[in-house]
C-alpha cells in the first residue's frame, strides 16, 4: 500500500502547529474525569457501532457477488444437479436475501460467525487458528515500523535544519518516497530474489522459525516505516524553528534533553496519527503478503475461502479484520488525547 505523506502531513490539523514547550509547565493538571474525554467516549463508541453496523452490512452483501456457485465448488464438478442442489438447500443458500441477512445478523449477536462450508466447522475455529500469525506480523512490522521511521525522520530533519546538507534532504525525499509508494507484494518479490535465492541465507516461505518472520515482516513495513519517517523529518523541522526550541539550544543542554524531551513530543501528534492509519492498513497488507511468502494466517486462508466460495469464512474474515482495524485507531486516539488533551476536541481527527 502506497502513502501520500505530502497529505498526511497535516492530518493532525491545527493543533500540529501549537508546540507542546516543555519548558512553560504552567498548564492545568489533566483531569481524568472531564466532559472533554466523556464527549470523546461518545463519539468514539458511536464512531464504532457505526462501523460494525456497516462492516455487517458489507461483509453480507459482497459476498454473493463472488462469482460461482459454493454448492457446486463443495460438489465438484462431476455431481449432478440433484446433488448440487440438495448442499445448496442444506447450507441455505436458496433461501430469500431477507431470511438470509437475518440469520447472519441473529448469529453474529450470539457471537456465532456460523460453520465453514468446506469444512463444517465454526469460523470461529478457523479464524482463532490463523488470526495469531497475522497478529504476530503486524506487530513485527509496526514495531519495525516505529523503531526506523522515528529515528530515521528525526536524524535527517536535524542534519538538514536550516538548509543544511541539501543533497542528504533530497536523496532521503526521493529514496523514502520511492519505498513508501512500492506495493508490498513488489517488495516481497525483490526480498525473496535477494535473499532467498540468489543468497539463501533466509526462509521465502512457511512459519516454521522467527527467522521466516524476517521477509514478511520487512516486506510489510517497509513502506510505511519510509512514509512515517518522511513525515517525521517535516516536522523535526518544523518544530526546531520553533521559538521554545531555541531557547532551550540557548541554555546549552544535552544532545538528548534537546531532541528527546524537548522535540520528540510535539512529533508524537502527527507520527501517532499517521500510525494509527498505518496499523489498519497493515492488516490489510498481510494478507497480500502473507500469499506471497505463503505464511499460515488469515491471507492464505481468504485466498482458500474465495477459492471454494466459503461464504461464512470470508465474511468472518473481513469482519474481524475491520474490527481490529477499528479498536486500534481507537486505542491511537486514546494515546493521543493522553499525551495531547486538545486533540479530544477534533471531530475529525482519526
Not at 181 to 199: D, E, H, Q, S
Not at 250 to 255: A, I, N
Not at 297 to 303: K, M, P, R, T
Amino acid at each position: 500500500m502506497s502513502f501520500n505523506t505530502d497529505t498526511v502531513a497535516h492530518v493532525a490539523g491545527p493543533q500540529r502547529h501549537k508546540a507542546l514547550d516543555p519548558t512553560n509547565d504552567k498548564r492545568p493538571r489533566k483531569r481524568w474525569v472531564s466532559s472533554p474525554w466523556v464527549d470523546f467516549t461518545l463519539r468514539r463508541l458511536g464512531g464504532v457501532l457505526l462501523s460494525f453496523v456497516l462492516l455487517v452490512v458489507v461483509t453480507f452483501l459482497i459476498v454473493p457477488l463472488i462469482p460461482g456457485d459454493p454448492a457446486q465448488a463443495i460438489a465438484g464438478t462431476d455431481a449432478s444437479p440433484e446433488a448440487v442442489e440438495q448442499i445448496r438447500q442444506r447450507l441455505g443458500l436458496n433461501d430469500p436475501m431477507l431470511v438470509q441477512f437475518g440469520n447472519y445478523v441473529a448469529g453474529l449477536l450470539q457471537l456465532d460467525l456460523g460453520n465453514s462450508f468446506r469444512f463444517g466447522l465454526p469460523v470461529v475455529d478457523i479464524v482463532s487458528a490463523k488470526l495469531p500469525f497475522t497478529a504476530q506480523l503486524a506487530l513485527a512490522s509496526i514495531v519495525f515500523v516505529l523503531l526506523i521511521g522515528i529515528p530515521l525522520g528525526m536524524l535527517v530533519g536535524i542534519l538538514t535544519r536550516g538548509g543544511r546538507h541539501g543533497w542528504l534532504d533530497s536523496c532521503f525525499s526521493n529514496g523514502a518516497g520511492f519505498f513508501a509508494a512500492a506495493p508490498p507484494y513488489v517488495i516481497g518479490t525483490l526480498l525473496i530474489l535477494g535473499f532467498a535465492i540468489l543468497w539463501p541465507v533466509l526462509p521465502a516461505a512457511g512459519a516454521d522459525s522467527l527467522s521466516s518472520l524476517i521477509l514478511p515482516t520487512l516486506a510489510l513495513a517497509i513502506g510505511p516505516a519510509a512514509a512515517v519517517a518522511r513525515v517525521v523529518r517535516r516536522e523535526t523541522s518544523t518544530v526546531l524553528e520553533q521559538d521554545f526550541m531555541r531557547t532551550a539550544r540557548g541554555k546549552r543542554l544535552s544532545t538528548s534533553k534537546l531532541y528527546l524531551r524537548h522535540a520528540l513530543p510535539n512529533l508524537l501528534t502527527s507520527t501517532l496519527t499517521l500510525t494509527g492509519m498505518i496499523l489498519a492498513s497493515l492488516l490489510g497488507g498481510a494478507v497480500i503478503v502473507e500469499t506471497v511468502f505463503n505464511y499460515p494466517g488469515i491471507g492464505e486462508e481468504i485466498i482458500q475461502a474465495i477459492i471454494y466460495r466459503d461464504y461464512p469464512v470470508i465474511q468472518g474474515i473481513i469482519l474481524t479484520v475491520g474490527m481490529i482495524a477499528t479498536l486500534l485507531t481507537v486505542l491511537v486516539d486514546v494515546i493521543l488525547g493522553l499525551i495531547d488533551p486538545r486533540t479530544l476536541g477534533s471531530k475529525t481527527h482519526g
